[in-house]
T-cell receptor
Framework: GQQVMQIPQYQHVQEGEDFTTYCNSSTTLSNIQWYKQRPGGHPVFLIQLVKSGEVKKQKRLTFQFGEAKKNSSLHITATQTTDVGTYFCAVLRIMDSNYQLIWGAGTKLIIKP | NAGVTQTPKFQVLKTGQSMTLQCAQDMNHNSMYWYRQDPGMGLRLIYYSASEGTTDKGEVPNGYNVSRLNKREFSLRLESAAPSQTSVYFC????????????FGQGTRLTVV
């Protein structure tokens, strides 16, 4: 079945450094979603990308969808303590009117003390 | 708006005990899901319900049963709890129209001793 590989599993950064997480698929994706889960919290939707080559920004967060629609990235510029958490990508799969989200394993952003 | 409401928030069970996790959404969503998340891990789908009256197994259904009571409510039952079921459980729902983002409940932290 369709899988989404997300890397890295963890990223340790100094506050103020940048952070990037990547999601890759062997098949063409119709869309990709990104979620953030704060420590002890639940995943919260950030954004959805659907178009080839799409780039969207939310303040210091930049989301990209690859030209071939097989990969996506989330980049955070100048990380802050409020960015700490795990970032997940997810792909919507529709089969026989059933909707499933296929999840990446997540990338945990850790800010070094 | 309440969104997705899960109860209870915390639960400790003894091995062999049973319990039901409750989930309700007030967004008129058709699809609802149950996930488990183990420490440092991603989300694994237990069961989902594409619409009222239907349920399907996900990635890790063994040891669980579900009931889609009506459009709003989707419950998860552990008939005979095992320590391997110690986890955080999330209920989620998605719309079938427009941006099919997932909305999550706050989670149930279950410990089986």
């Amino acid at each position: 079945g369709q899988q989404v590989m997300q890397i890295p599993q963890y990223q340790h950064v100094q506050e103020g450094e940048d952070f990037t997480t990547y999601c890759n698929s062997s098949t063409t994706l119709s869309n990709i979603q990104w979620y953030k889960q704060r420590p002890g919290g639940h995943p919260v939707f950030l954004i959805q990308l659907v178009k080839s080559g799409e780039v969207k920004k939310q303040k210091r967060l930049t989301f990209q969808f690859g030209e071939a629609k097989k990969n996506s990235s989330l980049h955070i510029t100048a990380t802050q303590t409020t960015d700490v958490g795990t970032y997940f990508c997810a792909v919507l799969r529709i089969m026989d009117s059933n909707y499933q989200l296929i999840w990446g394993a997540g990338t945990k952003l850790i800010i070094k003390p | 708006n309440a969104g997705v409401t899960q109860t209870p928030k915390f639960q400790v069970l003894k091995t062999g005990q049973s319990m039901t996790l409750q989930c309700a959404q007030d967004m008129n969503h058709n699809s609802m899901y149950w996930y488990r998340q183990d420490p440092g891990m991603g989300l694994r789908l237990i069961y989902y319900s594409a619409s009222e009256g239907t349920t399907d197994k996900g990635e890790v259904p063994n040891g669980y049963n579900v009931s889609r009571l009506n459009k709003r409510e989707f419950s998860l039952r552990l008939e005979s709890a095992a320590p391997s079921q110690t986890s955080v459980y999330f209920c989620a729902s998605t719309s079938l129209r427009g941006e099919t983002r997932a909305f999550f409940g706050q989670g149930t932290r279950l410990t089986v001793v």
